[in-house]
């Protein structure tokens, strides 16, 4: 069979329920087959036999998930896994298995923040989410088939979850000098929207055993079908909840997460969103902690407003790279390598991974590591007063009608290129493009590049003024409308 098609990046992602209308493709049999070729991978990469290993699942809470679950087990069954059944479990759980519990690897079934009928499995062994490559060998492995058998598994139900809370709660109870009978959050009115996904655990198993109020909390409840927004901290409908929430109950902070507790973001006591770039410059005063020249490294799309509030404010460096979370983990993970401190690697989707923290991408770790700041006193309005925050934001998506879309969206980067830097007196190229090209006007900036599955070009622009947008468009509309393999009607 051929699973390529499932594959998406570092995750296998598919249609997983026909009740939106859309034929499955994340089979059975493919979830058992590339289950299967997981364990056997994992295996080969620590020199054991499949026989030998201790593997998690655990899955979020869509509608698909028990079914998908059942052919997980059973593929690892076939191979003589002790299985560690955690059910409903976070992403960034599943990981921590391997720290806590000593598992070689572990599986999550989820999609993240997409539609209700997708679906998805998301690998990890001790040394963290899989790479493209590795998931490739995987997907090359399933499609042969062929696997041993092995009898004597061990299947093992556990609620992983409670460690996990424990260990969230003992983090905010030694940061702030406290222990749990104390009550460290009593003082607290903090809101949580898990958008009926999985991270309603944290208000009921984290902040509220710690004396948190979490009255006015939302849709904490699992609920597969997500009836209420999506879980998505970049979701408008999404954030305007939390921000209601934390409005009518006079909290002192309100939480979002995505469906998986990957990514997060928050609202202040004033009901302002803390979420892209104001996020991402909390996470770096966290990170750095203090320390001058420390290195944040952040995806292409961050402002100008967070650059100068990194490097000016915090005196640390700003660096810049590819947009995708695993793109900006790995370059931080490459850089402490070579002798940087970077603390911080953060997407403004959300995704904060902090070197103490294993580099992992951990909603509810961040959250954690901001109520610690919440709990010693901290004002976070305070803390971020001197971060700029554009006035207008934009991105249009520009589909590429060629076939051979990657060499065709690199022509049209490189022609805007040659093009910006014919006109020095309206433009400046940004000196430091690691992905596509960033360029400065006297209204703002934008940034054009390729995304790196899908036939499409983001144009990402922002400005310090209202209208300052429309302006750049109609700098540079002129140009894109030369070419007869671009749609670019998203432009206006």
Known sequence: ?????????????????????????????????????????????????????????????????????????????????????????????????????????????????????????????????????????????????????????????????????????????????????????????????AGNGVGGFYATDVLAPLGADISGSRFLEPDGMFPNHIPNPEDKTAMQSITEAVRESKADLGVIFDTDVDRAGCVDSAGEEINRNRLIALAAVIASDGRKGATIVTDSVTSDGLREFIEKDLECKHYRYRRGYKNVINKAIELCGQGVDCPLAIETSGHAALKENYFLDDGAYLITKIIVELGKGRDLNDTLKNLKCPAEEKECRFSITKEDFKPYGLFVIDELEKFVLSKPEIFRVADDNREGIRVSTEYGWFLLRLSVHDPVMPLNFESDEIGGTDKMIDLIKPFFSTFDGLDISALK
Not at 8 to 20: F, M, N, P, Y
Not at 143 to 168: I, R, T
């Open 1 to 193: 069979m051929n699973y390529k098609e499932l594959k998406s990046g570092t995750d296998v992602r598919g249609i997983a329920s026909d009740l939106g209308g859309k034929t499955v493709n994340l089979t059975d049999t493919a979830v058992f087959d590339i289950t299967s070729a997981f364990a056997v991978f994992v295996a080969n990469k620590y020199g054991k036999k499949t026989g030998e290993l201790k593997l998690a699942v655990g899955h979020d809470s869509r509608i698909s998930a028990d079914r998908i679950s059942v052919k997980v087990i059973e593929a690892f069954k076939s191979l003589g896994v002790h299985i560690i059944d955690c059910g409903l479990a976070s992403t960034p759980a599943m990981f921590m298995t391997t720290v806590d519990i000593q598992t070689d690897g572990a599986v999550q079934i989820t999609a993240s923040h997409h539609p209700f009928d997708r679906n998805g499995l998301k690998f990890f062994t001790r040394e963290g989410g899989l790479e493209s490559a590795e998931l490739s060998e995987i997907i090359d492995l399933a499609e042969k088939g062929n696997f041993p058998k092995c009898d004597g598994s061990l299947l093992e139900k556990m609620d992983y979850m409670s460690v996990y809370a424990k260990g969230l709660r003992s983090i905010i109870c030694k940061s702030v000098g406290k222990t749990e009978e104390e009550k460290p959050l009593a003082d607290y009115h903090i809101v949580v929207d």
